[in-house]
Nanobody
Framework: QVQLVESGGGLVQPGESLRLSCAAS????????MRWYRQAPGKLRELVAS???????NYADSVKGRFTISRDNAKNTLYLQMDSLKPEDTAAYYC???????????WGQGTQVTVSS
């Protein structure tokens, strides 16, 4: 059974940092491209950052320079370091695993990030 379990969300003030984690089980983690998405109330889910099996990364323009995606294949864990958080970063953040070239695509349940003073 595939499980992606996000953690690390919470309530922070503008300018502060959070580190999200996504623990994967039931898949060969190192074989999957990994992504973080987010969805704010009333908005579509958007891609925040991605990392390939080879370690190449990509970011949405809105988070470039503030967020860092990384993975630890030995721990089957994906991370998202979020610095200089802004109120507009408030959303539910979701972990996604995709086996490139296949239909295998898995989602976590999400973790809430709220940035407010």
């Amino acid at each position: 059974q595939v499980q992606l379990v996000e953690s690390g969300g919470g309530l922070v003030q503008p300018g502060e940092s959070l580190r999200l984690s996504c623990a994967a089980s039931g898949i060969t983690f190192s074989s999957y491209d990994m992504r973080w998405y987010r969805q704010a109330p009333g908005k579509l889910r958007e891609l925040v950052a991605s990392i390939t099996i080879g370690g190449s990364t990509n970011y949405a323009d809105s988070v470039k320079g503030r967020f860092t995606i990384s993975r630890d294949n030995a721990k089957n864990t994906l991370y998202l370091q979020m610095d200089s958080l802004k109120p507009e970063d408030t959303a539910a953040y979701y972990c996604n695993a995709w086996l490139s070239g296949s239909f295998l695509n898995y989602w976590g349940q999400g973790t809430q990030v709220t940035v407010s003073s």
